[in-house]
Each structure stands twice: as C-alpha cells, then as structure tokens.
C-alpha cells in the first residue's frame, strides 16, 4: 500500500519566516509533486521533481522552492511566507511516467 | 493551452437520482483524463481514467473528443458518493507528463 506523508497537517508561521514542508513517500516513487489546493481554483501544480535533485517549475512557482536530496523526501521551501500564500499543500508521488499519482493528507498553511 | 473546466461549484441531487458531473477541456495534443474524488477528512485519490474504460463504484465517464467532454455519471445517486469531485488532464512537458486539474466540483447527495 502506498504510503504518502506529510510533516505537519496544520502549521501557522508569520509573515516573512522561512517556511519548510516535508513530504516523503516509502515506494520508490522517481516523480514527485507539490500542489497548492484552494476553493474555487482546484488544485495547482507549483514544483515537479522527476529524479533526486532534478526539478521542473509548475504553474505557480513564484514564491516557492524545492529541494530534493533524497529519492523519498520532497521538501517544498517558502523563503518568505507572506499571506496570499495561506493555503492547504498536497503532496503526491508516483512510480513514473503514465503512472497514476498517490496523494499525501495534505499541510494547511496559515500565514499570519 | 490546455484547460479543464468544471462548470458547477455544487451539483446537489437527491439519493437515487441520477448524477453528471460535467468536465470539459481543451488540449492539442492527445488527451488522457482522470477523475479524482476527495471524501470528507480523507486525501485525494483516483476514481477512474478513461483508458481503463472501467466503471468504479457505479461511476463511469466517457471520453467524447468531437464535444471535447469527460463527464461523470453515475444511475442512482448514494450518500456516499457526497464528495468533492476533480476532473483532471494529463499533459506531456519537458520532465514527463503532469496533470492539469480543474476547479472541482462538491457534490452532495441528499436524503
């Protein structure tokens, strides 16, 4: 059973703070995703990450980094949270091309 | 560009009736679609995708490509199928393909 999980379900953090979301995933999954989910917009993509250290931008990229060391851990990096950024964060994985993607719970975001 | 758009924000029936949710895009290139369905306090996860051409929990949504359309639907509405639904398209860039989402679409089944 695949597992996605996220460091934290809720997380409040001020304007201009440094902000980290974990993602990892224990299937050896070589893709995986940030999105952002908000009412009435759907879902997002922000960062795609094909390989260990390899990434492609998404549709909103403006604001966000990422960082991928390792196969099973995607972080998603808010280098300064400001407060159009208060959203719910999906993270997904999945084995490869044409596979179908595995969502993490989910990290709801309030900046302050 | 590619879009998907999902016309209704709530689509509210009765138990048993009939279910459509709407789902319709624009993609140059060849489409691949997918459903996605979110039930309450639980993570996104798939429905179906029309090349399985299956039927999952009494849903089925067939690929029209003349209307450019890949409704849901399903006969007899159940209280469980209350979800919030996301029609969603894969899309081929330089790393691979990704997927497109459209803005979704509550459902909720009344008793």
């Known amino acids: 059973d695949v597992k996605v999980t996220q460091s934290s379900r809720y997380l409040v953090k001020r304007t201009g703070e440094k902000v980290f979301l974990e993602c990892v995933q224990d299937?050896?999954?070589?893709?995986m995703f940030w999105y952002r989910q908000d009412p009435g917009l759907g879902l997002r993509l922000i960062y795609f990450?094909?390989?260990?250290?390899?990434?492609e931008k998404g549709d909103i990229p403006e604001g966000y980094s990422v960082s991928r060391e390792k196969k099973e851990r995607f972080s998603l990096i808010l280098e300064s949270a400001s407060t159009n950024q208060t959203s719910m964060y999906l993270c997904?994985?999945?084995?490869?091309?044409?596979?179908?993607?595995?969502f993490g719970p989910g990290t709801r975001l309030t900046v302050t | 560009a590619q879009r998907v758009t999902q016309p209704e924000k709530l689509l509210s029936v009765f138990k048993g009736a009939p279910v459509e949710l709407k789902c319709n895009y624009s993609?140059?290139?060849?489409?691949?679609l997918f459903w996605y369905v979110q039930y309450s306090r639980q993570r996104l996860q798939l429905l179906l995708r029309?090349?399985s051409r299956e039927s999952i929990k009494g849903f089925t949504a067939d690929l029209n490509k003349g209307e450019t359309s890949f409704h849901l639907k399903k006969p007899f509405a159940q209280e469980e199928d209350s979800a919030m639904y996301y029609c969603?398209?894969?899309?081929?860039?330089?790393?691979?393909?990704?997927?497109?989402f459209g803005t979704g679409t509550q459902l909720k089944v009344e008793l």
């Open positions: 997904a994985s999945r084995p490869g091309l044409g596979y179908v993607q595995y």
């Open positions: 299937m050896d999954h070589e893709n």
């Open positions: 990450s094909y390989d260990v250290k390899m990434k």
């Open positions: 993609y140059s290139g060849s489409p691949e």
């Open positions: 029309h090349i």
């Open positions: 969603a398209l894969s899309r081929i860039t330089g790393g691979g393909n990704k997927l497109t």
